[in-house]
């Protein structure tokens, strides 16, 4: 969501008029940017939720991928959007979009452009999934949704045609590794941030110390055992920023939401649980990242990060998630001019705003 925030930014700065329709905290996280926003649907259930985890367990699902497929299969599709489509469609009407740019893992945009026959757009917000993954994982998930608005279904590959127009990568070309599996549309773009201080008690807040940032946001559950643990021991070695509503030590900094790259000039190392958005924010800054992946794509992206030698994924254990603090810490593993040579990488990817522009040129009627 977060890069979708910035491209609507850009439009709206070139004199288009953004429009974003969903559940009430994506509306509200786009109003907060000054983008327009319709609230079309309840608030979704959390795929983190007890009842989600007691279908999961239900289901005999065991692995990460195994997880992450079930999920995106009977939730994102079967449940999010097949109740999206049908209300984002009569939205859409009313609004006559030139353009409908999406989250790549949200398909409810993709079928109701294709309805109305507009240019649709998708940005990664995941580790990337081809349309062979798509089709292996969800696609009788997918025939059922394009069936149900009224679109025919290719029996051989559901969802082909997602990618058809353009696919944004807001990563580098280092971190996604295997481009073959990405579109021919694909377009290399720079990642793009929102940070508003709006639901941060922080202000003006800098550290200036060699710090850890250590943040888990607040989708998923963590050991918070092992959490806390390794946040006690870690801030008697280095000064450390703690994010989160987890109870912590009275010695660490902590606050309920933190605009990421304020504590990115000055920090040591990145502790997380590779969600992407912190992950691209450490790497664009030149800071290594230790991940624990916890659910969704997270092991994708870990395995990302060490297999580019810009951090570590590490077990929920804190001595090996210490000891990955103090390898990093003391530089001798190469991960910091690793991460000097992605974040040149990154550099010199085009901007959120000179992709808009391109958008723009290409799609306009």
Same mark, same amino acid.
């Given at each position: 969501?977060?890069? !979708?925030?910035?491209?609507?930014?850009?439009?709206?700065?070139?004199?288009?008029?953004?429009? #974003?329709?969903?559940?009430?905290?994506?509306?509200?996280?786009?109003?907060?940017?000054?983008?327009?926003?319709?609230?079309?649907?309840?608030?979704?259930?959390?795929?983190?939720s007890p009842s989600v985890h007691s279908r999961l367990r239900s289901s005999g699902i065991a692995t990460p991928a195994e997880r992450l497929?079930?999920? &995106?299969?009977?939730?994102? #599709?079967?449940? =999010?959007?097949?109740?999206?489509?049908?209300k984002l469609r009569q939205c859409a009407r009313l609004l006559s979009p030139d353009l409908i740019v999406r989250d790549a893992t949200e398909?409810?945009?993709?079928?109701?452009?294709?309805?109305?026959?507009?240019?649709?757009?998708?940005?990664?917000?995941?580790?990337?999934?081809?349309?062979?993954?798509?089709?292996?994982?969800?696609?009788?998930?997918?025939?059922?949704?394009?069936?149900?608005?009224?679109l025919p279904v290719d029996s051989g590959s559901p969802s082909s045609g997602m990618y058809d127009h353009a696919h944004l990568m807001n990563?580098?070309?280092?971190?996604?590794?295997?481009?073959?599996?990405?579109?021919?549309?694909?377009?290399?773009?720079?990642?793009?941030?929102?940070?508003?201080?709006? &639901?941060?008690?922080?202000?003006?807040?800098?550290?200036?110390? =060699?710090?850890?940032?250590?943040?888990?946001?607040?989708?998923?559950?963590?050991?918070?055992?092992?959490?806390?643990?390794?946040?006690?021991?870690?801030? $008697?070695?280095?000064?450390?920023?703690?994010?989160?509503?987890?109870? !912590? /030590?009275?010695?660490?900094? &902590?606050?309920?939401?933190?605009?990421?790259? $304020?504590?990115?000039?000055?920090? &040591?190392?990145?502790?997380?649980?590779?969600?992407?958005?912190?992950?691209? /924010?450490?790497?664009?800054?030149?800071?290594?990242?230790?991940?624990?992946?916890?659910?969704?794509?997270?092991?994708?992206?870990?395995?990302?990060?060490? =297999?580019?030698?810009?951090?570590?994924?590490?077990?929920?254990?804190?001595?090996?998630?210490?000891?990955?603090?103090?390898?990093?810490?003391?530089?001798?593993?190469?991960?910091?001019?690793?991460?000097?040579?992605?974040?040149?990488?990154?550099?010199?990817?085009?901007?959120?705003?000179?992709?808009?522009?391109?958008?723009?040129?290409?799609?306009?009627?």
């Amino acid at each position: 969501m977060n890069g !979708l925030i910035v491209l609507a930014q850009e439009f709206k700065r070139r004199g288009h008029t953004a429009v #974003v329709a969903g559940p009430p905290s994506v509306v509200a996280a786009f109003q907060a940017a000054g983008i327009e926003g319709h609230v079309i649907l309840a608030e979704p259930e959390s795929t983190d939720s007890p009842s989600v985890h007691s279908r999961l367990r239900s289901s005999g699902i065991a692995t990460p991928a195994e997880r992450l497929a079930w999920t &995106r299969s009977e939730i994102s #599709v079967r449940e =999010r959007a097949t109740s999206l489509a049908l209300k984002l469609r009569q939205c859409a009407r009313l609004l006559s979009p030139d353009l409908i740019v999406r989250d790549a893992t949200e398909l409810a945009g993709w079928v109701v452009a294709e309805t109305l026959g507009v240019p649709h757009v998708s940005l990664e917000v995941s580790a990337h999934w081809s349309i062979a993954a798509w089709d292996s994982a969800c696609g009788p998930a997918v025939s059922e949704l394009r069936e149900g608005i009224g679109l025919p279904v290719d029996s051989g590959s559901p969802s082909s045609g997602m990618y058809d127009h353009a696919h944004l990568m807001n990563a580098p070309v280092s971190l996604v590794g295997n481009v073959d599996t990405l579109p021919s549309t694909n377009i290399f773009i720079a990642p793009g941030f929102f940070e508003s201080t709006g &639901r941060s008690s922080i202000g003006d807040l800098r550290f200036t110390d =060699r710090h850890i940032y250590m943040a888990f946001g607040s989708v998923y559950d963590i050991p918070r055992d092992i959490y806390e643990d390794v946040v006690s021991r870690a801030s $008697k070695i280095w000064p450390v920023v703690a994010v989160g509503s987890h109870r !912590l /030590t009275s010695s660490v900094y &902590r606050d309920g939401y933190i605009p990421q790259g $304020k504590f990115m000039d000055n920090c &040591r190392a990145v502790f997380c649980h590779a969600g992407r958005s912190t992950v691209l /924010t450490a790497l664009t800054s030149s800071v290594p990242v230790i991940c624990a992946p916890i659910a969704s794509d997270h092991h994708d992206i870990a395995r990302a990060v060490e =297999r580019v030698g810009a951090g570590f994924s590490v077990h929920w254990d804190a001595e090996e998630i210490l000891q990955s603090l103090e390898d990093i810490a003391r530089g001798d593993n190469g991960a910091a001019d690793r991460c000097r040579e992605i974040a040149e990488e990154i550099a010199n990817l085009p901007s959120p705003g000179e992709i808009v522009d391109w958008l723009i040129d290409h799609f306009s009627r």
